[in-house]
């Protein structure tokens, strides 16, 4: 069992930045893809972004190419999607995803374990 815990949401201006973190704990392995999804209130949730376990793979929704970047860190079995240029519409509840092989997909029916998620609010 893999056990995700996202952290770093909160309410910020439009135009600034956050940095979300998923740390993974329990039955981890550095070889998984993980991956970042939100849900905005009343709507379903989407793809954000994703990155292949040794992280040389990345794909990313159209909507926040270019102001989102996700990374990770192995040794510390931790994910981060650090969020700029934030804009109302980013407002959703964010979720951190893995899987249980190395390679990225935007189909959240191909992960395997999600975290709690963690809020954030882009006031304009």
């Known amino acids: 069992q893999v056990r995700l815990a996202e952290s770093g949401g909160g309410l910020v201006q439009a135009g600034g930045s956050l940095s979300l973190s998923c740390a993974a704990s329990?039955?981890?392995?550095?070889?998984?893809?993980m991956g970042w999804f939100r849900q905005a209130a009343g709507k379903e949730r989407e793809f954000v972004a994703a990155?292949?376990?040794?992280?040389?793979?990345?794909l990313y929704a159209d909507s926040v190419k270019g102001r989102f970047t996700i990374s990770r860190d192995n040794a510390k079995s931790t994910v981060t999607l650090q969020i700029n240029s934030l804009k109302p519409e980013d407002t959703a509840v964010y979720y951190c995803?893995?899987?249980?092989?190395?390679?990225?997909?935007?189909?959240?029916?191909?992960?395997?374990?999600w975290g709690q998620g963690t809020q954030v609010t882009v006031s304009s």
């Open positions: 995803a893995s899987r249980r092989v190395r390679f990225v997909t935007r189909r959240d029916f191909e992960y395997d374990y």
């Open positions: 329990g039955r981890t392995s550095s070889s998984t893809a």
């Open positions: 990155i292949s376990g040794a992280g040389s793979s990345t």
